[in-house]
């Protein structure tokens, strides 16, 4: 992401410039923009022609440039695009004023949001500005008869591929090569920085060993990382162990997971925690919470209005940072999150036992 360039509003707010430059990013405003904000953005509209003479055909598309008073926002992951719409509320067209209309954002289109930042969504903004600097990974878990590679981005991880196959020695130590083979091709054509190589036992190292002779140019960029299992769970371990910090410091994902085991760790051995929503207004009031815990979709809906929490969010949110404890706003789309969802959206960690 990066951003172009800032400047304040009339009656308070601020304008903010910003070039998406990734699918993470268009996810990022996706959780930013909320009903009532402006966004301005160049589209194309179709415009009626008034002419007798022509046949109706519904119209010619035309460019322009439009500022949205937002009604909704819609993230469309694998069209790689976000849908704002809203009603249109200044245009370089005066007679589309009022008209409804919904801005297509793809990668690198330029767009400016004017609204009151709140904290979290300026940190946001922040992160997703340097995560550009950070290697791509791949986390390839392996067992016998079994291999997947995930790749990691900013909000989710992502199957890429899942490797089946019987596996053994002696009278099957040819197709247990094979599956090696795939795995080590599948690979080799990926475009990564990095590759995390998990899972039990000395299968992975037997794997290792076949993918550094037959690709000797990925051998520098391969960790491995030991696991009790393949495939999601294997990645969820490899993640929650902090693997992904050698080179990704600033993983979304990682510091998510290692919070959540923190979180159940903690309600297990009944040590200091909140969770609900009243439960953590109340711990907030308190100064108890170090770690405040909050889900992005419950967050979002609870600033739209939409939410059922008997609190108001972002006063927790500004209280917990006056106390300087930390904040994290959980992604829905991954395992942390639906696990804190489960929790009502909201928990956190405290640094002491209140009655």
């Not at 609190?311 to 209280?319: K, P």
Request: aromatic share 4%.
């Amino acid at each position: 992401m990066r951003v172009q360039g800032r400047e304040p509003v009339e009656g308070g707010g601020e304008r903010v410039t910003l070039v998406p430059e990734t699918t993470d990013d268009l996810w990022h405003l996706h959780h930013v923009i909320e009903p009532g904000d402006g966004v301005a953005g160049d589209t194309t509209r179709r415009i009626q022609r008034a002419d007798d003479q022509m046949r109706d055909t519904g119209g010619q598309r035309e460019p322009m440039h439009v500022t949205l008073s937002v009604d909704s926002v819609e993230f469309h992951e694998f069209a790689n695009r976000l849908r704002v719409s809203g009603e249109i509320v200044a245009c370089s067209r005066e007679d589309q004023l009022g008209l409804s209309h919904t801005l297509n954002v793809e990668a690198f289109d330029e767009i400016a949001i004017t609204k009151e930042w709140k904290p979290d969504q300026e940190e946001r903004i922040k992160e997703a500005s340097e995560s550009g600097e950070e290697p791509e990974v791949a986390i390839a878990t392996v067992e016998e008869g079994e291999a997947t590679i995930h790749t990691v981005s900013e909000y989710r991880t992502n199957e890429y591929a899942s490797i089946t196959g019987p596996t053994g020695k002696g009278e099957f130590a040819r197709a247990r090569e094979e599956l090696f083979e795939e795995l080590g091709d599948a690979l080799a054509r990926m475009d990564v920085d990095a590759i995390i190589l998990a899972g039990p036992g000395f299968t992975k190292r037997d794997a290792l060993d076949h993918i550094e002779e037959a690709h000797p140019d990925l051998a520098e960029s391969i960790t491995t990382v030991d696991t009790s299992a393949a495939g999601d769970r294997g990645v969820h371990e490899v993640l929650a162990r902090g693997a992904m910090e050698d080179v990704r410091a600033e993983t979304r994902i990682a510091s998510e997971a290692a919070l959540i085991d923190e979180l159940t760790e903690r309600i297990r051995a009944e040590e200091p925690v909140a969770y609900g929503p009243e439960a953590v207004a109340r711990a907030a009031e308190y100064g108890a919470v170090e770690e405040l815990l909050i889900l992005d979709s419950r967050l979002r809906e609870e600033r739209a209005g939409r939410g059922e929490w008997p609190i108001d969010a972002d006063e927790v949110i500004r209280a917990v940072e006056r106390q300087g404890g930390s904040v994290t706003v959980f992604s829905a789309e991954f395992e942390p999150g639906r696990q804190l969802d489960s929790l009502s959206g909201i928990a956190a960690l405290l640094r002491y036992r209140i009655g």
